[in-house]
């Protein structure tokens, strides 16, 4: 019995390891996908004079174990109360930011992809310890991250003098836009609708990774109300950036030459006007980490983490 238990745990960590890893793959995938407009990337720090690609690559090697917890922590979750869950792994998403700012002196380099990693970590957990068959199924992934977040966005409009308003909070009184936290509790439907559907064509063609994760990218920029765009400017700023990628993609994106020139020459743009789509490219690291799990945890696959 007792080495029977020990076989079970050795899965479970497998899995809850494997599930870690292809969070910090994402991350590592969507800050190196090159070239990309106003973002950091192997070609230049982009709209940024804080951080470049090292500040990244030092962020994120602090960050595997904050997705290894939620992960745990969903598979230790024994009731069907879901937001409950979300209060569970918030200890560890916030000792995650310490991480995060201690690696790389302050700068907010992932404080997005730990809240919105870290659920989709959890969900993974959750799902895994109810033994679903469609647990390597996007969509029911973001289901189950759905019904964690479904309480997210109540403290939206809601004024107290208790605490200061949070950078969300004062976004959705401005322009009544709910950012990343409306994106999460919506079960990532940007994501799904066209971050993932667009890397599952490209991906298909055999075509060149980097050239699919920024292509991806533009369709996620012409769609995403980015709320980092509306903290550093407004709407006919991100209107102006919807455009642009819309121009982009009618050009043939990064697999033509049109298409390639007009991407950096909205790099040049977005740089001298100090524009970063940062919350399309949290969008685009989400959209991989769905794509990789999908590709990872087949069924073949999930039968051997519950055989071991």
Known sequence: MEKMKEDVFVGMNDFCLTVA????????YEVS???????????????HKDMNFLTFMSSSAVLFDTFYRCAIE???FTTQDYPVLLERIRPFGIEG?????AATNGVNTHKGLVFSLGIIAAALGSLYKEKKESIADAQEICKRVQEIAVDLCKELGMRTEKRA???GEKLYERYNIKGIRGEVASGFKTVLKYGLPVMKKYTSCDEDLNNVFVQVLLHLMSETEDSNILGRHDHGTLEYVKQSAEIALQLGGVFTKEGMEYII??????ISR???PGGSADLLAVTIMLYLLEQQFECNEIKHYEKV
Request: hydrophobic content about 35%; charged content about 30%.
């Open 74 to 76: 969903g598979m230790n």
């Open 33 to 47: 996908a090159t070239p990309k407009p106003g973002l950091v990337d192997r070609r230049n720090s982009g709209a």
């Open 21 to 28: 890893e292809t969070a910090i793959k994402s991350m590592l």
């Open 274 to 276: 100090n524009i970063s």
């Open 97 to 101: 930011e310490k991480k995060m700012f």
């Open 165 to 167: 308003q949070t950078y």
């Open 265 to 270: 020459f909205l790099d040049r743009e977005f």
